[in-house]
């Protein structure tokens, strides 16, 4: 069971629960707060990567996309900033 988190378009850092551990904690009746930090993934990416694959401290595996810009937002450029 792979978690799947979306990422917003800027983001270099995430904060995110594994599933898998949250259900497991869950199973074995763990306090919801000690479940939330037995479950919690934390870690930076790279702005440029579309995809990334991460582990939570149990082994599994959790897949960081990014929401796709809607055409309206294009990507930023520093272009934009040199208007005279
Ligand atoms: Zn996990």
Redesign the pocket.
């Known amino acids: 069971m792979t978690?799947t988190v979306w990422i917003s378009p800027s983001a270099t850092a995430f904060s995110c629960l594994?599933?898998?551990?949250?259900d497991?904690a869950r199973d074995a009746g763990l306090l919801f707060s000690d479940a939330l930090t037995a479950?919690s993934?934390r870690g930076s990416l790279a702005v440029e990567a579309d995809v990334t694959v991460v582990?939570?401290?149990?082994?599994?595996e959790?897949v960081l996309r990014r929401v796709e810009r809607p055409p309206g937002l294009p990507r930023h450029d520093d272009r934009q900033l040199q208007i005279a």
Not at 18 to 22: A, F, G, I, S
Request: glycine share 0%; charged share 25%.
């Open positions: 978690t594994c599933e898998p551990c949250l497991r479950a993934v582990r939570c401290a149990a082994d599994h959790i």
